[in-house]
C-alpha cells in the first residue's frame, strides 16, 4: 500500500476493522500531511487537531470492544466549509461568518459522524460557493497540489485540493454549476453530484436551493459507494429531499459494463484542449475495451445550459443575500462575490421564468436521449487547471465561462453526474464525467469503477 495518507476508504477499512491499524496513528498522519502541506496548499480554512484526536481514541475505543459500526468507522475527514458543524465554525468562506459557530450539525454531517467518522476540520471554498476558482481574499487561495502555481477549481477546492494531496480521506462538497465535479477535475480526484434531492441539504446554507446538490469527494469510485451508502437517503428537515430508498451502491461495484450503451454529445466535444481531448477519447477506447457501446447523439438543446443556470442561481443567490445586498456591509464581500449578486439582482421575473422552461426542455431531451442510451459520457471540463493571473474578477469569469458550460446542464436538469481522472496533460489532471438517469448513481459507480480497475495510472498522486 502507497503511504498511509494516500490509502483510500476501502485500503483502509479492512485494516481498521481487523485491529491493524489505528484510527488514532491514522488520524496523527492525516493532521501531520496538513502541518507539512497546507502552509503551501490553504487548503483548510480550519484544522480542529484536538477534537479529531479525541473522536479517533472514541473509535478506537469502541473498535477494540467489538464495537465495529462500518467501513466509515474511524477514517478521518474533512468537508467544505459551508456543511454545519455543531461547535466548530462554519464560514462559508465568508467574512461575515468569520467567527460563526453553528449549535447543530447538517444531516450529512450527523450521518457521518454516525458512522464512525473523524472530523479533522473544515475545508476553504469560494464565497458562499460563487466562483469555479477558490480564489478567495477572506482566507487565502486554494493552490493545485499537482501545480501551486495553478487554481484548484472551484467553489469546493479546498475538498479537491486536500483530498488530492492526502490531507484528508474524502471530502464532501456541494455542486450548483459544476462545484464538485470543476476540481475533482483539475486536482484528479473522483467527484459525485447526485440526483437532485439524493442527498440531504439540512444545515447547508445553499443559495441557490433548485439546483444544488451535496456528494463526496474521494480518491475512488469504490470510496465515493461507501460514503453515498451513509449520506444518501431522505430527509424529514430537508423539503428538497426525495421520498426515493437509496440503492445498494455496493452491488454496482464489479459488475461487468458489457453492453451499457454510452452516449457521447456533440454538445461536450468542442472547443476541448488538446490534452483533454486526447486523454478523454483514450478513457472511451478503454471503457469500449471493457464492452461499452458508444453512440454519438445530438443534444442542440444543451446550448441553453449556461444562460439557464445563470438565470436561475443569480437571483436566487440575490434573493438570499437581498438585505445585506441594499447596506453598506455588502462591501465585506469580496469583489467578484458582490458583483455576482449585484448582477442576479437585475434578472427579471421573465428572464427566469424563461429558464426554468429552458431546464424543462432540456431534462426532456436527457430523457429522449435515455431511451437510445443508458449514460452520456463527456469531458468534465474543456481545460486542465489554469495558472493563476493577476486579475482574480477576470479569471473567475474566465474559468466559469469556460467550465460551467460542461458541467451546468447536470445541474439545470437534476441529473446525477460523476467525474473521474483520466489522465494527465502537462503535468496537470484531466477528468471525465458520466451523467445517468434520474437515481442512477449506482449505474455511474460502476463504469468508474470499472474503468478505475482497467486502468491502474488513474489513481493519481501528486505530492509525495
Not at 492525516?30 to 473522536?55: C, F, G, M, W
Not at 438517469?437 to 468508474?448: C, D, M, N, T, V
Request: charged share 20%; glycine share 8%; hydrophobic share 35%.
Amino acid at each position: 500500500m502507497e503511504p498511509i495518507y494516500y490509502a483510500t476508504i476501502s485500503e483502509l477499512a479492512p485494516l481498521i476493522r481487523a485491529k491493524q491499524l489505528s484510527p488514532v496513528k491514522l488520524t496523527e498522519a492525516i493532521l501531520a500531511r496538513i502541518e507539512k502541506l497546507d502552509p503551501t496548499l490553504n487548503s483548510y480554512i480550519t484544522v480542529i487537531p484536538e477534537h479529531a484526536l479525541q473522536q479517533a481514541r472514541q473509535a478506537e475505543a469502541e473498535i477494540m470492544a467489538g464495537k465495529y459500526r462500518g467501513p466509515l468507522h474511524g477514517i478521518p475527514f474533512a468537508p467544505k466549509d459551508i456543511y454545519y458543524t455543531k461547535g466548530v465554525r462554519t464560514t462559508s468562506g465568508s467574512a461575515f461568518l468569520r467567527h460563526f459557530v453553528p449549535n447543530y450539525n447538517a444531516t450529512v454531517i450527523k450521518r457521518l459522524e454516525d458512522a464512525g467518522c473523524i472530523l479533522t476540520g473544515k475545508l476553504n471554498m469560494n464565497e458562499f460557493a460563487v466562483g469555479e476558482t477558490n480564489i478567495n481574499t477572506h482566507y487565502g487561495n486554494v493552490r493545485n497540489p499537482w501545480n501551486t502555481d495553478c487554481i484548484s477549481g472551484g467553489s469546493s477546492g479546498g475538498s479537491g485540493a486536500a483530498v488530492s494531496a492526502g490531507l484528508s480521506v474524502f471530502s464532501i462538497g456541494t455542486d450548483s454549476a459544476g462545484s464538485i465535479r470543476v476540481p475533482s477535475a483539475f486536482c484528479g480526484v473522483y467527484g459525485l453530484k447526485p440526483t437532485y434531492g439524493r442527498v440531504s441539504l439540512y444545515g447547508i446554507p445553499v443559495l441557490t436551493k433548485s439546483l444544488v446538490g451535496a456528494g463526496p469527494m474521494a480518491r475512488g469510485a469504490e470510496d465515493l459507494a461507501i460514503v453515498m451508502h451513509t449520506i444518501a437517503g431522505f430527509d424529514p428537515k430537508d423539503n428538497t429531499s426525495e421520498r426515493v430508498p437509496p440503492d445498494n451502491y455496493y452491488s454496482y461495484l464489479g459488475k461487468s459494463i458489457t453492453g451499457i450503451r454510452i452516449g457521447l454529445p456533440d454538445y461536450f466535444f468542442k472547443d476541448l484542449d488538446q490534452g483533454v481531448h486526447s486523454h478523454v477519447w483514450r478513457a472511451i477506447r478503454d471503457l469500449e475495451g471493457l464492452g461499452a457501446q458508444f453512440k454519438e447523439v445530438s443534444m442542440p438543446e444543451l446550448s441553453m445550459s449556461l444562460v439557464a443556470e445563470v438565470a436561475t442561481e443569480g437571483p436566487e443567490a440575490a434573493a438570499y443575500h437581498h438585505e445585506i445586498l441594499t447596506t453598506p456591509k455588502k462591501e465585506l464581500y469580496q469583489d467578484y462575490t458582490r458583483i455576482t449578486l449585484e448582477a442576479g439582482e437585475l434578472t427579471t421575473g421573465m428572464q427566469y421564468e424563461k429558464a426554468q422552461k429552458a431546464r424543462r426542455v432540456m431534462r426532456n431531451a436527457f430523457y429522449r436521449t435515455f431511451e437510445d442510451v443508458d449514460v452520456v459520457a463527456a469531458p468534465t471540463v474543456p481545460i486542465t487547471a489554469p495558472h493563476f493571473t493577476s486579475h482574480p474578477i477576470e479569471q473567475n469569469l474566465d474559468v466559469w465561462m469556460r467550465c460551467t458550460p460542461y458541467t451546468s446542464p447536470a445541474d439545470v436538469t437534476g441529473l446525477p453526474s460523476l467525474s473521474f481522472p483520466v489522465g494527465i496533460s502537462n503535468g496537470l489532471p484531466v477528468g471525465m464525467q458520466i451523467l445517468g438517469k434520474p437515481f442512477s448513481e449506482g449505474r455511474l459507480l460502476q463504469i468508474a469503477y470499472a474503468y478505475q480497475k482497467a486502468v491502474s495510472s488513474n489513481k493519481l498522486m501528486p505530492i509525495q
